[in-house]
């Protein structure tokens, strides 16, 4: 139970972490490269009936 | 115990479960082709049927059989089930006698549930059952309602019966009954795929592309919203994101794993999972089957991309299937049934084969530019298959075994093959009604609130009902949309 409380503790009082530079190209790779595919698959789909 | 503990001890168990999954599958899927070629040795299963007289509910599933009656075929079903499933329970250290005693409860609720389910009042749905049975309405359900029976009496009981969910917990293992199922479902793929191989070819395609792109715009947005805008350090978003994004409780115990988490925040994260795939199962086949009844494949891998865990996501697609296609029916259109759980199925099997992948690129990052300590090991490309999910190697085996076979068996003989995966779905099924029950049990709303997950419930609301949801259709339909399941002969 004190564990339980010292979680709840933790997620209510944990201090903000800024996003290291790291992190932020995963983010932006991953996002990028996601809708990047998504978009061009999607069109390619389209035009030439690829599946 | 409570029902993080249990996700826990499961998370614990991970591997040897996946293999367990590998070994009762497989022989399930083998002992039912022995009855293609020679002795029926699984035709004692039961299968139930939809009833008005709950005399004539259970059969089993073979003729060879029928000596057995239904409520025969039942305690045999349930006897050979406790057998193999209490082998599973000692390697796993279980104590077996609890697991005895705990599944024996559990399956009687659990099947009680389907019978319940099968029931005309609640099942029937095409005007031809509704003059057969007689019947002057009927809840429209489909016989597939009893996964919904089945979930609702595991729920009742694990947030009004809480002691009584905790003394069943040593049975209570959804992992593992839906790794078995769907080592099963592997065969099923193949021999519905076989008639329409062109189809089944350009679906796999379908959902190789979508899952990718699904990941990697889920992930991204999900991590950004929990450490941005609710300020979750990056040992609680990064489980968080694989969690919810896509692949539910796997996937946020390997990326806890893989970035070093402690063992409680995967766990907690997973117990949230859960809850979120129960009240996904509850809503989305319904809108699916208001909304999507022209478009059934963009149902099937909505289903697959929105709902998260293997188990919820699976049976989410087995209950759209029938809606769908009894929809489809009184407007006078016959699908043939399962492409619609096919493309579900297909499309969270990839999402599990991505976990390993994910989680490797996650372990590098962490190991080498966040966490980096002087010494520590570098993430090695071995533990992509260390974090593989090892049942997905099952569903392949049976998939392409089962292929193999129905491309090259004769045709005086197909028939007796397509019944023998028949025979071996029926287990699939009575694993899915065990997982829909487990799921319900370890479901307690107050337990979850009382440990302060406020905060991380608030990520996943938002994030899975304002983003992932949408993004999932908007998947679906690029890719989906327009391509049809095969007209019923």
Known sequence: MSDLNALKQELAKAEVEPLLPIEK??????????????????????????? | MTDTAAVARGAQLELSEDWLAVIIGIAIFALSLVGAAGPDLLGWVVTTAVWTDPGKALAPFSKAYAALGGFGSLVVTYAALLAVLGAAAVALKIDIRRFAVAFTVVFLLAYGSWIVGSQANLAVVTPADFKKFGLSWSLKLTNEGGYVVALVLG?????????????????IRPELYIKIAIVIIGASLAVTAVGKLNLATSLLWRGVVAIIEAYLIYWAVVYFVARKWFGFSREWAAPLASGISICGVSAAIATGGAIRARPVVPVLVSSLVVIFAVVEVLILPLLAETFLSHEPLVAGAWLGLAVKTDGAALAAGGIT??????????????????????????????????????TFILGYIWTNHIDRLPGSARARPIEIWQRFPKFIVGFLLTFVVGLAIALSIDAASAPRFTAAVAESNVFRVIFFILTFFSIGVLSNFRRLWEQGLGKLAAVYFVSLFGFVIWVGLLISWLFFAGVKPPLAS
């Open chain 1, 25 to 51: 190209k995963l983010i932006g790779w991953s996002l990028g490269l996601g809708l990047g595919l998504l978009i061009g698959l999607a069109v390619f789909n389209r035009v030439f009936g690829l599946f």
């Open chain 2, 321 to 358: 299937d029938a809606l769908i296609l009894a929809r489809a029916a009184s407007e006078g259109v016959n699908y043939q049934p399962g492409w619609i759980l096919g493309t579900t199925a297909t499309v969270k099997v990839f999402i599990d084969i991505f976990i390993g992948v994910w």
């Open chain 2, 155 to 171: 729920l009742v009981i694990a947030n009004f019966f809480p002691r009584f969910g905790d003394w069943l917990s040593a049975a």
